[in-house]
Nanobody, 126 residues
Framework: QVQLVESGGGLVQPGGSLRLSCAASGSTFDYHALAWFRQAPGKEREGVSF????????NYADSVKGRFTISRDNAKDTVYLQMNGLKPEDTAVYYC???????????????????WGQGTQVTVSA
């Protein structure tokens, strides 16, 4: 059983920065991709960014390109999301997710992910 635990959320002013962390624990963890999703009140959960295990390929939602950076520390089984230039519209609960298999996976689809963290609140407000 794999567990994902997020941390690093909080309240920040517009233009500020936060770094989210997601630590994986449990059984031997061999994943295809780790991702960050977010869900604002009344909205669907949406993909923010993902990183693949095999080649470290990254991708970002258009709304966060140039502001957010995803990275990983394989030795610690941890993925990070550095968020700069935060905007009020970035306010949401941020979730870490992992998908194990790589065949036929759409990394942007939340339905394809096997494991989820409990979420961490990010609030951007003056």
């Amino acid at each position: 059983q794999v567990q994902l635990v997020e941390s690093g959320g909080g309240l920040v002013q517009p233009g500020g920065s936060l770094r989210l962390s997601c630590a994986a624990s449990g059984s031997t963890f061999d994943y295809h991709a780790l991702a960050w999703f977010r869900q604002a009140p009344g909205k669907e959960r949406e993909g923010v960014s993902f990183i693949t295990s095999a080649d470290g390929r990254t991708n970002y939602a258009d709304s966060v390109k140039g502001r957010f950076t995803i990275s990983r520390d394989n030795a610690k089984d941890t993925v990070y999301l550095q968020m700069n230039g935060l905007k009020p519209e970035d306010t949401a609960v941020y979730y870490c997710a992992a998908v194990i298999i790589d065949y036929g996976v759409d990394e942007w689809s939340r339905y394809d992910y096997d494991y989820w963290g409990q979420g961490t609140q990010v609030t951007v407000s003056a």
